[in-house]
């Protein structure tokens, strides 16, 4: 039999039924479809993750200090050569209770039994970067200044769960907090915090302050810094905050954007394309349940034409021909598909969708060859049909 009169054959074949070849076809088209968005939006999806870890995770370190005796490892003024390396962009220095207890703060020193005053608190001493090291703002008021700390001024930054806690509402009137009994004016609420957001609930004073806490040695080091700088200042970090001693140093640098976006990406692909398989299974048995039928409907006609000279193989390959023709259309049917959806999640996003050529080109050969596996069962019992029994 002639390539073309096969082809012909298939194609009428096809389109005797339409809505029944449109139907078998539809599995194919979802499961063709499903993959592509899954590997298209994977791969746009991790694209974006470098820019989303920019803002919360990729540009921040930590350096811990540990405590080393009589000589502080990290004195406060190192925070000014810390910030003077290329690539930082801001920096502070705590000194936080080691045991992390929290202390007495009431807002007033009159004690009332009718209602709590009282509140149990942490109290940390910080350098004056800090609003910016913890990318918060100030709520009302300012953060206390280098003046405050050289003059040892009593002064307190409370955070906006600990304001609301402690009923400060205002500043304009200069409130005092009272710490363990030792007042300390307000100057400032700090709130939005995007890193340490434990600060919230924590009361922060002036290191010259905090002494009376215990709270005289840096504890830790909060660094900013430019996006893909990370890795360098986290080389850099313990050299400038004590010289000689860098290696005592911890630093807590954030992972590679680039195995982050890997395994974001697998997740994703390990989750749709279960999806996706499962989709063209379902496709490819409605391919071969179908074909299987046809092959029933049709076994006058293959009688017919292997009494008239057509061998078992042309009559399987027509039929395995059709079957591979229907899973290649749903194969382009759902690559076209698949191709618009993931522009369409990109556009929604505002994102810059990431499209692959060879993936457009394998989805209609995957929809062909999903098609063609389908239909082998049908077309090797219509080939085995004897063409007397298949006329009787």
């Keep these: ?15 005797a039924r339409p809505v029944r070849s449109a139907l078998t076809t539809l599995g194919t088209v979802l499961g063709i479809t499903t993959l592509v968005v899954t590997l298209g939006v994977a791969a746009t999806a991790g694209n974006q993750i470098v820019g989303r870890f920019d803002e919360l995770v990729a540009t921040a370190i930590t350096v811990e ?19 003077r390396l290329r690539g930082v962009v801001s ?3 705590l000194a936080e209770d080691k045991d992390g207890a929290n202390r ?3 807002s007033n020193d009159l004690v009332d039994p009718a209602r709590v005053t009282t509140q149990s608190l942490t109290v940390l001493a910080a350098s004056p970067g800090l609003p910016e090291a913890v990318r918060g703002r100030m709520v009302r008021g300012r953060f206390y200044d280098a003046g405050h700390v050289a003059r040892g001024d009593r002064v307190a930054v409370i955070g906006d ?16 907090i009272f710490i363990d009994g030792h007042a300390y004016t307000v100057v400032g609420v700090l709130g939005d915090l995007r890193r340490e957001r434990n600060l919230s609930t924590s009361v922060i004073v002036p290191p010259t302050a905090g002494r009376r806490f ?3 040695d840096v504890s830790r080091v909060l660094v900013n810094t430019e996006l893909g700088a990370a890795g360098l200042i986290a080389r850099q970090a313990p050299a400038a905050l004590s010289p000689g001693n860098g290696a005592m140093l911890q630093v807590v640098a954030p992972p590679s954007p680039t195995r982050a976006r890997d395994k974001a990406q697998e997740d994703v692909n390990a989750l749709f394309l279960i999806l996706g398989l499962v989709s063209l299974l379902v496709g490819a048995v409605g391919i071969a349940n179908v074909t299987l039928v046809t092959v029933m409907e049709r076994v006058a006609e293959i009688g017919l034409r292997r009494s008239l000279g057509a061998a078992r193989r042309h009559i399987a390959a027509q039929f395995l021909l059709e079957s591979t023709l229907t899973g290649l259309t749903g194969g382009v049917i759902g690559a076209s598909a698949g191709m618009v959806a993931v522009v369409a999640v990109s556009a929604a996003k505002e994102w810059t969708p990431l499209l692959d050529v060879r993936l457009a080109v394998a989805a209609p050969v995957a929809g062909a060859l999903v098609g063609l596996l389908a239909g082998l069962h049908p077309a090797l019992r219509a080939a085995r049909m004897e063409p007397v029994d298949a006329l009787r």
């Design 1 to 15: 039999m002639d390539v073309r009169d096969l082809i012909g054959e298939a194609v009428a074949g096809m389109l």
């Design 65 to 83: 200090v540990p405590e080393s005796g009589h000589v502080p490892l990290v004195e406060w003024d190192a925070i000014d050569r810390l910030t």
């Design 91 to 93: 920096a502070a220095a």
């Design 104 to 106: 007495s703060v009431r």
């Design 161 to 176: 769960q600990a304001a609301r806690m402690l009923g400060v509402t205002r500043l304009d009137r200069a409130p005092a």
């Design 214 to 216: 215990g709270l005289g």
